[in-house]
């Protein structure tokens, strides 16, 4: 399903872009998986400094 085009052009105009909820879903699940890793690394490196 596509969005109406005023939607699509905001969305440009906003240097936005439409993506399929797969996409995003995919897109949110690689996200939490860095947040999750960078919080490892966080704390691998506060141990280390201590």
Request: aromatic residues 6%; proline residues 8%; contains cysteine.
């Amino acid at each position: 399903m596509n969005p109406p085009p005023e939607v699509a052009q905001w969305l440009t105009s906003h240097n936005m872009r439409i993506v399929p909820n797969d996409e995003y879903l995919r897109m949110v699940a690689e996200h939490m998986e860095m947040k999750q890793q960078i919080e490892r690394v966080k704390e691998y490196c506060e141990a280390l400094v201590q």
